[in-house]
């Protein structure tokens, strides 16, 4: 159905028609529904400007259709209005489009909501909003916009100072489904599987479904691979340079990488260039850069060689050289790179948990290393968390106590085990957590 009929509907309240929103009449069809969480539980009442980034095939636009739907019912006939991106060509389009609408809502309408769907297809989208933010045309419309060229969205916000109301907060990022979600929904279907399934999904809610039934599809892949080379291609990069540094992340998994080894293995020109592809990368919410951390000063060492993370272990999966498809063929993995597969889970959860609490810059993370010793995450000063694929003890960890006389430590391992003042739990648990990890009272 195209927009202008959507619109016709809405303005009269009839919203729940056949054919009117196709992406939640098709998760009627489907046997996993998930419930989405990224921050934002209830849109707000008041006008501003909200941008929704997010990867492709997460869920956004069928997001967006319930929105619709509930803003309808909420409020009535004339309170909402639908665009989609990918129908406007440029600024001048968006504007028309936007100020056609406008006239359509309902005089009396409570609440005015436009949402604007994949609004980084329209060229320049930023300067149509700005043009009538400053018209005052939007002073009464709450205006909310997703996007998949992350890149794009990122920047364009950054170019609309002042023009966001006066909301709590207007950027947003819609991550992957939470561990506890996959487990609520597909559980039952994989029994004592599910965890090593969920680390194949990336949290994406179309993976999530196809794993629990056995398989992820080769369409499902190609997707993920389509986006971000389509993004490696609108950022001007190349596809050869964004599989050379995907190869890298992969090789290198787990270990401090430098900017220069990473242009190196890769053939690239120099730092700058490979720098670029990581930021591209970090854009697009796949990789995760963890900066050495000096904890005599409590910051980041930037130029110090960094450890790179998939915070999207879908992501992983795409570009993997083991061609992991199904649980089957993760549990044959040789047990260092399921190792490394584990620490990117956890640094997928945190990227998550940060980016729900709203973090301005959730793919910058920290880890701490001597001659001696290492630690994964720093969460914060004191605050660290330790990845281990198998079992471990507190006596291989008899030092931290001595390094750090008032840290904590959470070992994410196969074992449980409490001291004074570190805490072991399984990965199970530590993904079943709603903040950064379980941790030790104070007494």
Known sequence: MNVIEINRRLSVGIA?????????????????????????????????????????????????EQQLLLTVKDFGPGTAFYLNGDDIVDAHGLTESILELLSLFRRDAPVRRLFVDEITAVNDWQKG???????????????????????DLRHGIERLPGRKGRLDRSAYLFGPLSYREFLRVCGDALGEHALDAYLLTGGSPIACAHIARGRLPEYVIEAVKDWIYGECAYTGRLRSSLLAVMECVIRHGGTPLGQAKLARDAGLANN??????????????????????????????????????????????????????????????????????????????????AAIRGTEFPEEMSHWRSDEHELDFVLEANRFTEVKLGKTTPLEFAWFGRVFPKGRLLVVNQAVYETRNIRACTLADFLLQDDDGIWISES
């Open 16 to 64: 729940e028609n056949e054919g009117l929103l196709p992406h939640v009449e098709d998760l009627k069809r489907v046997p996993f529904q998930f419930q989405v969480d990224f921050g934002l539980d209830r849109l707000p009442t008041e006008p501003g400007i909200i941008v929704i980034r997010g990867p492709r095939q997460y869920g956004k636009s069928t997001w967006i």
């Open 129 to 151: 909003l700005k043009r009538l933010s400053d018209g005052g045309e939007l002073r009464d419309v709450l205006v909310v916009t997703t996007g998949s060229k992350a890149a």
């Open 272 to 353: 700058t260039v490979a720098a670029g592809y990581v930021g591209l990368l970090s854009d697009l919410m796949c990789v995760s850069s963890s900066f050495a951390w000096d904890a005599s000063r409590s910051v980041k060492i930037r130029r110090k060689p960094c450890k790179y993370h998939f915070c999207n272990t879908l992501a992983a999966l795409a570009w993997h050289p083991a061609t992991i498809r199904t649980v089957e063929d993760f549990v044959r993995l040789p047990s260092e790179a399921k190792a490394v597969w584990y620490e990117w889970a956890v640094a997928q959860e945190l990227w998550r948990r």
